[in-house]
T-cell receptor, first 115, second 111 residues
Framework: DSGVTQTPKHLITATGQRVTLRCSPRSGDLSVYWYQQSLDQGLQFLIQYYNGEERAKGNILERFSAQQFPDLHSELNLSSLELGDSALYFC??????????????FGEGSRLTVL | GQQVMQIPQYQHVQEGEDFTTYCNSSTTLSNIQWYKQRPGGHPVFLIQLVKSGEVKKQKRLTFQFGEAKKNSSLHITATQTTDVGTYFCAGRIGGSYIPTFGRGTSLIVHP
């Protein structure tokens, strides 16, 4: 158990819909990362937050948005869903923001299926 | 954009054979991490390498970081069925805070 909690574990929805994925980082971790894992793309970095502020953006679509709340949990919002958005979405956390920071602690992921 | 390339994509071995996965970047990496993801699971950290030419061992696993800090490898000696999974390298390119993951190598061990 990494200490990172993600909900829901599984989500099935239709094209055009909107969903929210939630992540609670490890106790005391200030930095949250979101990654998308699909079969043909590996682990793609989406966005990172540190202590409530967005710090880095990766290959995140304009239809996607995220935020980190004062209690440090984070939410990833996916809207106008397309079939290609079906993937496993991972949240990971680290204690701080540093170039040589240690390991990423991953949650168990949220599997999104868009029909 | 900047990428971390990882090969091979898949590797089938007989139990007891050795296994190696390679990671390459066109740009210097400030560090490299390795993760293992079991089927149906999430990535779990194995190790981090920071110094040029660094070699670290964990039981049957040997990790190397190239002299130029642009490549890395993971070698497993005498594979076991418990080694099954996908192994990812993740490098921090330049001064980035963000680990860029390779596409992973899926190891399949046949008993």
């Amino acid at each position: 158990d990494s200490g990172v909690t993600q909900t829901p574990k599984h989500l099935i929805t239709a094209t055009g819909q909107r969903v929210t994925l939630r992540c609670s980082p490890r106790s005391g971790d200030l930095s949250v990362y979101w990654y998308q894992q699909s079969l043909d793309q590996g682990l793609q970095f989406l966005i990172q937050y540190y202590n409530g502020e967005e710090r880095a953006k990766g290959n995140i679509l304009e239809r996607f948005s995220a935020q980190q709340f004062p209690d440090l949990h984070s939410e990833l919002n996916l809207s106008s869903l397309e079939l290609g958005d079906s993937a496993l979405y991972f949240c990971a956390s680290t204690p701080r923001l540093a170039r040589n920071t240690g390991e990423l602690f991953f949650g168990e992921g949220s599997r999104l299926t868009v029909l | 954009g900047q990428q971390v390339m990882q090969i091979p994509q898949y590797q089938h071995v007989q139990e007891g054979e050795d296994f190696t996965t390679y990671c390459n970047s066109s740009t210097t990496l400030s560090n490299i991490q390795w993760y293992k993801q079991r089927p149906g699971g999430h990535p779990v950290f194995l190790i981090q390498l920071v110094k040029s030419g660094e070699v670290k061992k964990q039981k049957r696993l040997t990790f190397q970081f190239g002299e130029a800090k642009k490549n890395s490898s993971l070698h497993i000696t005498a594979t076991q069925t418990t080694d099954v999974g996908t192994y990812f390298c993740a490098g921090r390119i330049g001064g980035s805070y963000i680990p860029t993951f390779g596409r992973g190598t899926s190891l399949i061990v046949h008993p």
